[in-house]
């Protein structure tokens, strides 16, 4: 599986619009890529996935450009409540291809101020 | 739907001592995960679970144990715990397809050996 590089941590305030960057420079053909969001006290929970170019939930977008070595998760409008670990990962998790083995790394701790 | 439940929330254990954390999911996953998170960092697979009867060692296998009896239910057992056991520890399912996989984690079990 692909190693991932993001920032330790962030800072926003409520109301902003906070973009995680995910750089993944040997992501190979078949991987898609995950984010995942953990609060403390908590098992990580999943956000959003994608392969190329945009996708949008009701929690997030994520960006993916073209040579797809990299990827952002984009939280709108963030409250104190957002304030949590994000974890990007890549892989080809289709048929559970995986087997859990899953490089979650450190993730980007966000903080979110009033 | 509970989704993945995981006992007990904490406890505490004395070098030497034994003890079972339990997981149960009732979303009729066949794929179940043991991850533990040491302070700060990311997660590491123990061992992981295809199907009821059927389970395999993940990154950090030593020193415990497992068994999956029933589709719902997969214990993690400590034998004579250390302090080097000290983690939180995350169970999780998930039900591979096609399509990219999602995996569910329970709330944890925060475990220190003094």
């Known amino acids: 599986l692909a190693k991932t590089t993001q920032p330790i941590s962030m800072d926003s305030y409520e109301g902003q619009e906070v973009n995680i960057t995910c750089s993944h420079n040997n992501i190979a053909t078949n991987d898609y890529i995950t984010w995942y969001q953990q609060f403390p006290s908590q098992g990580p929970r999943f956000i959003i996935q994608g392969y190329k170019t945009k996708v949008t939930n009701e929690v997030a977008s994520l960006f993916i450009p073209a040579d797809r070595k990299s990827s952002t998760l984009s939280l709108p409008r963030v409250s104190l409540s957002d304030t949590a670990v994000y974890y990007c990962?890549?892989?080809?998790?289709?048929?559970?291809?995986?087997?859990?083995?899953?490089?979650f790394g450190r993730g980007t701790q966000l903080t979110v101020w009033p | 739907n509970a989704g993945v439940t995981q006992t007990p929330k904490f406890r505490i254990l004395k070098i030497g001592q034994s003890m079972t954390l339990q997981c149960t999911q009732d979303m009729n996953h066949n794929y179940m995960y043991w991850y533990r998170q040491d302070p700060g960092m990311g997660l590491k697979l123990i061992y992981y679970s295809v199907g009821a009867g059927i389970t395999d060692k993940g990154e950090v296998p030593n020193g415990y144990n497992v068994s999956r009896s029933t589709t719902e239910d997969f214990p993690l057992r400590l034998e004579l715990a250390a302090p080097s056991q000290t983690s939180v520890y995350f169970c999780a399912s998930s039900q591979p397809d096609a399509t990219n996989e999602k995996l569910f984690f329970g709330s944890g079990t925060q475990l220190s050996v003094l």
């Open positions: 990962l890549v892989g080809d998790m289709r048929r559970g291809s995986t087997l859990g083995r899953l490089y």
